[in-house]
């Protein structure tokens, strides 16, 4: 990205945060007057005042919200998808949309919600490894019963990114290793324990066939994982089925996202990249572009 591109929208960010800086004194002024309305004989004067200044404050944080999205959005289409497109050929980068419910739940290991998002899809290959990938928001719906009524909240129990790897490699019997949680899925998965000590103590390992479960988790193979864990902050799980490999990475983050009040640097665009490169790292690491569970 050249520094015209970075001056050009890093000029536009600030023009969008200052107008949602300038909201916060008339937030205060509302907030004054709201005061002033409790204790004083002319309450109908100060609820004017009041009213007149939230107008105001929402008015002007609602636009800087705005340009600040629109900025968003630009510089996906503008930048982002030109540099993906640089780092893995043929990528296709679709910020506006994402992994369909059917595609994040066939994982097995994700529990269906009550309010489901996804957005900035992924897709392409890697040498002969196919991929898609996006980031998944899920949302449990709670019902709170209180004296006053009931309230209706949610709880997000999963915020991070979700791939599916395709390869031409089949198992006998599907595999999960799950750093937290457990299957959701009808298969009778049975708990297995690796040799290594330290790999039980981080991953729970659920297999149809125990089989399948040291066929695919060679001393390589668990090694690769301990590493992409400790370089993925996070939760991670992965499925083995069929001739898919479906990874989810619990982390609490909104990827390939401008941040407010942070200024675009060199810096913000490595960790795009960064961020990118994860499925690179997964398929290298992994081995998935080699013959390694190819059956006759």
Do not use: C
Not at 114 to 141: A, C, K, N, Q, T
Not at 177 to 206: H, Q
């Amino acid at each position: 990205m050249n520094s015209d591109k970075f001056q050009k929208f890093n000029e536009k960010k600030k023009g969008s945060e200052k107008k949602v800086l300038l909201s916060i004194p008339f937030l205060i002024l509302t907030l004054i007057s709201l005061i002033l309305y409790y204790g004083s004989p002319d309450n109908n004067l100060w609820v004017v005042f009041a009213s007149i200044l939230g107008i105001i404050t929402l008015g002007i944080f609602a636009v800087g919200m705005s340009e600040f999205i629109k900025i968003k959005k630009n510089f996906k289409n503008e930048v982002l998808t030109e540099m993906f497109q640089t780092l893995i050929p043929d990528v296709e980068y679709y910020p506006d949309r994402g992994l369909s419910e059917f595609d994040v739940y066939s994982s097995e290991f994700l529990k269906h919600a009550d309010r489901y998002h996804s957005e900035d899809f992924i897709g392409g290959s890697i040498g002969d490894v196919s991929f898609v990938s996006s980031d998944v928001r899920l949302d449990e719906r709670h019902v709170q019963h209180t004296k006053n009524g009931t309230r209706v909240y949610y709880v997000t129990y999963f915020l991070g990114r979700v791939f599916r790897f395709d390869f031409n490699k089949e198992f006998s019997g599907n595999l999960q290793v799950l750093e937290a949680g457990s299957p959701y899925s009808r298969r009778k998965f049975n708990k297995v324990k690796m040799e290594s000590v330290d790999f039980n103590k981080k991953f729970k390992i659920f297999a149809e066939e125990e089989i399948t479960a040291f066929y695919i988790l060679t001393p390589d193979i668990m090694e690769a994982i301990f590493n992409l864990e400790r370089r993925n902050p996070g939760r991670i799980s992965m499925s083995f089925l069929g001739d898919h490999l479906y990874v989810a990475i619990n982390n609490s983050r909104d990827t390939f996202e401008l941040k407010m009040f942070i200024k675009l640097d060199e810096s913000v665009i490595e960790a795009f990249k960064q961020d990118l490169l994860v499925i690179k790292d997964f398929i290298v690491s992994l081995k998935l572009n080699n013959k390694l569970f190819k059956k006759d």
